[in-house]
């Protein structure tokens, strides 16, 4: 009778300590191992929030990564993957507001995952004070160049100039047919809305 052999599966590696994994990796290696991190931080953190992954596993998850979260390009790799693995929620409507975009960045923040020592809540707090940051940017950023760009361009004053036109006139339908009837008393003399 002959004996099968089967193939052994192999022990999982555990870095010990002064151990390093990402020592012999480019740092392209370690910019896709941090993107590739943040994808799997979605799931574990969704997993946490479904009772399929415990606190331990987020701690033990967050020691084997932790070598790699010390490098420069496995910390932008895993910007670059968190933005990458959120950036569908901007086609949310309202999401450009800065009301929407805490309420997006607060709910991105709770469904982190949580280790020992962790606070859901402030997770949830700090993810809507970031989700508030870019609308909140782009609206300051609008009012400063309005207030201080636009006088100083010939594009910028005629659109305050026309702005400050359409508020005296109204935008009522009866003033634009009043402003459509109306003859000037001086031959060659239209009225305008000034």
């Known amino acids: 009778m002959m004996q099968e052999h089967f193939a052994q599966p192999k ?32 799931g574990r953190g969704a997993g946490q929030l479904f009772g399929m992954v415990d606190k331990a596993d987020i701690d033990e ?11 420069g390009a496995g910390m932008a790799g895993n ?14 409507p309202g999401a450009n507001t800065i009301a929407g975009g805490t309420a997006l960045g607060a709910l991105t923040g709770a469904a982190q995952p949580v ?20 609308p909140a940017g782009i609206k300051a950023g609008k009012t400063i160049k309005a207030a ?9 004053a005629q659109r305050i100039a026309g702005g ?12 634009a047919q ?11 003399f239209n009225p305008t809305a000034a």
């Open 11 to 42: 022990p999982a590696m555990h870095p010990t300590p002064g151990m390093n994994p990402t020592s012999d990796m480019t740092g392209l290696d370690k910019f896709a191992a941090g993107m590739g991190k943040a994808f799997v931080d979605v």
């Open 178 to 188: 009043r402003m459509a009837a109306a003859k000037g008393a001086t031959p060659g």
């Open 79 to 92: 910007i670059a993957g968190n933005v990458a693995a959120y950036a569908p929620l901007a086609l949310v």
């Open 61 to 71: 998850a967050r020691r084997l990564d932790a070598p790699l979260m010390d490098t």
């Open 164 to 175: 400050l036109l359409n508020r005296t006139a109204g935008n009522s339908a009866a003033a």
């Open 115 to 134: 280790g020992e020592g962790d606070s859901r809540l402030a997770n949830a707090a700090i993810g809507g004070m970031a989700g508030a940051v870019v």
């Open 148 to 156: 201080v760009i636009d006088p100083f361009t010939d594009k910028g």
